[in-house]
């Protein structure tokens, strides 16, 4: 699924966001989370995404290249 990007001058995007629990990372429970990003990520041709930028407040960003 395709998820809303924030724009520049966003709050959201100013916000502290949450560490990722190694734990639920190893249980697979952001996955779907992780997959929705990474499809973010290429429907807009970037290179890189950070949860913060998809109003996610997570430690957590992807980089392809």
Same mark, same amino acid.
């Not at 734990?23 to 429907?43: N, P, V």
């Given at each position: $699924?395709? !998820? ?5 001058? +966003?709050?959201? !995007?100013?916000?502290v966001?949450?560490d990722?629990?190694?734990?639920a ?14 499809d /973010? $990520? ?13 109003? /996610?407040?997570?430690? +957590? ?5």
């Amino acid at each position: $699924m395709i !998820l809303k990007v924030a724009k520049l001058g +966003v709050k959201a !995007l100013r916000q502290v966001s949450r560490d990722v629990d190694p734990k639920a990372l190893s249980r697979g429970d952001y996955e779907a989370f992780l997959t929705d990003l990474e499809d /973010t $990520m290429r429907e807009y041709d970037g290179t890189g995404i950070a949860a913060p930028q998809v109003f /996610t407040p997570l430690r +957590v960003f992807l980089y392809e290249v």
